[in-house]
């Protein structure tokens, strides 16, 4: 029942809301400015023309066109306003969208990763609490036992492989060399010891495996 309340609150979205009238319109760049004054230095020549030469019926529909391309000219300013406005809510929404599913998604991953270890849990409290109380090494060993395969089937579950490498030659991409020792009978770089083993997933390694490797005596080598 948690589980599905947290989906549920994870899952909702706050949407921006365009307000264009509390939205700040963006600067005219130099360039358009430059281009505007320009043109109204060029119609106010014009108009200064008709005023001067007194043609009156000409200055009217001037007028007249100038307000209509004004009034065209503010309409199509505030329509590609509201559009770059909605397109970046939109956007704005898209990117929250996508968190809420990453996180989400996250979320679940880790949840199924913890489910595999809690028996696992389970079993190392309970084998400390009775080693405690009643410490019997052959109860102690059989638990250890249980909680190690516990372990590896957890591990198997989630598709993570042991790299157990004794006695394989050494590669550097699922080994690491802590050092090297001379060691009869071994061949070269022989791994003859593993301190700690590595794990991978799919070939991908997490944690290589660390350890000792064989290596040539000086006799064998100058001979």
């Known amino acids: 029942m948690k589980l599905n309340e947290e989906k549920e ?44 030469n007194k043609k009156t019926d000409v200055l009217i529909e001037k007028h007249i066109s100038l307000i209509e391309n004004l009034n065209q000219s503010n309409k199509l300013k505030e329509e590609y306003l509201k559009t770059a406005q909605v397109v970046q809510a939109e956007f704005e929404n898209y990117k929250k969208r996508v968190q809420k599913e990453k996180e989400w998604s996250n979320f679940q991953n880790k949840q199924r990763i913890m489910q595999r270890f809690l028996t696992i849990f389970d079993d190392i409290e309970r084998t400390h609490d009775m ?16 909680i190690f395969n516990n372990l590896k089937s957890a591990f198997e579950s989630l598709d993570i492989d042991i790299i157990d490498p004794q006695d394989e030659i050494f590669n550097p991409q699922f080994h690491e060399a802590i050092y090297s020792i001379e060691k009869e009978g071994a061949k070269k770089n022989q791994i003859i010891e593993v301190l700690s083993k590595g794990f991978s997933i799919k070939n991908i390694v997490i944690r290589p495996a660390r350890v000792v490797i064989a290596k040539l005596s000086e006799d064998k080598t100058t001979g």
Do not use: G, M, R, W
Not at 131 to 146: G, Y
């Open 9 to 52: 609150k994870n899952n909702e979205e706050d949407f921006i809301e365009v307000d264009v009238e509390d939205l700040d319109q963006e600067e005219v760049s130099e360039e358009e400015q430059d281009s505007e004054l320009v043109l109204f230095e060029e119609i106010k020549e014009e108009l200064t023309n008709l005023i001067e």
């Open 131 to 146: 080693f405690i109380n009643h410490p019997d090494v052959n109860q102690a060993k059989d638990a250890v036992t249980l």
